[in-house]
């Protein structure tokens, strides 16, 4: 593991990358698109019914983004005395590819549902998921991140 010094904070610890943010973003997309719904009353509705004009696709997307929202949380106390947040944080990887295959199904399902009249605007979350799939396979930092990669370990990272 040799990363360039500047991929540390102050602390020592691996800054996690600016690729992990944006892949989070998209698996909760339909968390923050309820975000931005709520933040806007009057037109809130209108907006979830332009993305997910069937329900059900918004309640999945809801539940499927869930263990990204959760992981998000607990990033902010991995730090902390909780051994169980320790070791959920070490699956973080993991997590996030499972949460990935079952967003790429999703994906999958509500294209299938068209039968062959996909728009361009519902093939590029596709396009995009697997880049990210590609991106997360690929990214040996994702998982030394969330392993808690430290300046000082050379060819261990620490639990």
């Known amino acids: 593991m040799t990363y360039p010094i500047y991929a540390f904070n102050q602390d020592g610890d691996l800054k996690p990358p600016l690729w ?3 892949l989070m973003a ?3 997309r339909t968390w923050l698109l309820m975000a931005i ?3 806007s009353r009057s037109t809130g509705s209108d907006i979830l019914s332009l993305f997910y004009p069937n329900t ?3 309640y999945l997307g809801l539940l499927s983004g869930l263990p990204v929202v959760l992981l998000a949380i607990l990033g902010r106390f991995k730090d902390g005395n909780r051994l169980w947040v320790k070791r959920v944080w070490q699956q973080g990887k993991w997590i996030l590819m499972a949460n990935w295959l079952l967003d790429l199904t999703l994906q999958a399902s ?3 549902q068209l039968r062959g009249d996909v728009a361009l605007y519902q093939a590029l979350p596709l396009l995009a998921s697997f880049w990210f799939g590609w991106y997360l396979i690929k990214s040996r930092r994702i998982g030394h991140y969330f392993n808690g990669a430290h300046v000082l370990s050379h ?3 620490r639990s």
């Open 110 to 112: 509500a294209l299938q």
């Open 56 to 58: 059900h696709y918004f």
């Open 26 to 28: 998209f698996l909760g």
């Open 20 to 22: 992990l943010f944006l």
């Open 37 to 39: 719904a709520a933040a």
């Open 155 to 157: 060819t261990k990272v």
